[in-house]
């Protein structure tokens, strides 16, 4: 019996040693991959045109022919001042040129009259002069009445305000009955020509170098004209259906804020964009044959991001690398620490330690890129 318990207790110890198989994770291989890097920034829009409807005349809004947000077209009529001072103006200039013509008249009889007379000697040439002096007075009174009229017309013009472009109203603070003159401090209205708009944006020093690193051209315009056309993303995370350009860059960087100003320009066919809105302008970065790997194949300890790389004896080491900070979607971009043809371990969160073997199962490459690009 003693042998017996003995036997037993050496078979137990000896399964209790026995080695346990390695556990199962699934590995794919790197394999470098084009991807598309969005940047967004904030943008404010403004249309291609903001126009201060003002009045140049005083006097009291008698009608109003539009509606804030209508479409207006160039040369509409879109309010009507009642000023008959003006109207009053020009009756009278109106007036004054008769009296101007007739005086003109006279003055010309009389110098008709004085010539033959002179020529006869009846009279001194004296009296011609004077008749001719004060015919060309007459006249110069008739240029100036005229000068005056138009004057008027050109006031009572001012009555009636058209638009001077084609664009869509803003806000009208006054209405009906109002006293405006040119010194108001608000204008009438605002006129905004939509047919182009503007996305005013901004870029740090640091984005700024990148920005001027990764598009090519060796001179600023150069590097206009190579920058991708850009999309923008409206205030309800749709996105704009006309693609834009980057046009301008400041020259210099704001002091206060560190940042350099861009200027996009977007096409707005059916007036969707208006001035005064938000949206954010996204610049895309193309990355060809780029090391990708899947975010959640890599973990993150004191800043730094690490994977499990496993070799050709199924054991895994863990492995730095560097990212950049623009990433596909849900994939990294590395650049350093990987190259094509590595082995990792999908799963980046799994509790491994350096050395441990494990039972790599492959992946197929679409399944892991899976959703890049989307």
């Known amino acids: 019996m003693l042998a017996s318990c003995g036997g037993n207790s050496k078979e137990q110890a000896a399964g209790a040693g026995a080695a346990q198989p390695p556990a199962s994770y699934q590995v794919f291989t790197v394999t470098p991959k084009s991807a598309t890097l969005n940047s967004d920034y904030p943008a404010t829009l403004q249309g291609e045109q903001n126009i201060e409807i003002r009045p140049k005349v005083d006097g009291f809004v008698d009608k109003i022919y539009i509606d804030e947000g209508s479409v207006v077209k160039k040369g509409q009529l879109l309010f009507s001042i009642s000023a008959p001072q003006y109207q009053q103006d020009l009756n009278n ?8 013509q007739a005086d003109v008249s006279a003055a010309q009889l009389a110098v008709n009259k004085t010539k033959p007379l002179v020529e006869k000697d009846i009279i001194s040439h004296y009296e011609l002069e004077s008749a001719e002096y004060t015919l060309a007075a007459r006249k110069a009174a008739l240029k100036q009445a ?9 006031n009572l013009g001012y009555t009636n305000i058209v638009s001077p472009v084609n ?31 503007y996305a005013f944006f901004s870029l740090n020093e640091k984005q700024l170098l990148s920005f001027s690193r990764t598009v090519k051209g060796s001179t600023l315009n150069e ?28 020259g210099l960087i704001n002091t ?10 977007f096409p707005n066919p059916v ?32 800043g730094k991001h ?9 054991a895994v080491k ?45 992946m197929a490459t679409d399944k892991v890129y899976e959703g890049l690009n989307k």
């Open 93 to 100: 200039s109106a007036a004054a040129i008769s009296s101007a």
């Open 146 to 154: 005229k000068a005056t009229y138009n004057t008027a017309k050109v």
């Open 167 to 197: 664009g869509v109203v803003g806000t009208i603070p006054y209405r009906t009955g109002s006293l405006v003159s040119s010194t108001n401090a608000n204008p009438l209205t605002t006129i905004s020509n939509i047919s182009k708009v």
């Open 223 to 250: 590097k206009l004209k190579n920058t991708p056309p850009v999309t923008l993303i409206l205030s309800d995370d749709s996105t704009y259906p006309e693609k834009g350009r980057v046009e301008t860059i400041s």
């Open 256 to 265: 206060e804020t560190g940042s350099a100003s861009f200027r996009a320009t």
């Open 271 to 302: 007036g969707l964009l208006r001035s005064g809105s938000s949206a954010n302008v996204r610049i895309p970065s193309p990355v060809k044959e780029g090391i990708l790997i899947p975010q959640r194949s890599a973990y993150e300890l004191q």
């Open 306 to 314: 690490f994977v499990y790389v496993v070799d050709d004896k199924n």
């Open 318 to 362: 863990s492995a730095e690398i560097e990212i950049m900070d623009l990433t596909a979607g849900q994939f990294y971009v590395v650049t350093s620490g990987l190259k094509a043809g590595d082995k990792v371990v999908y799963d980046g969160s799994s509790a491994l330690k350096d050395a441990a073997v494990i039972k790599p199962e492959p």
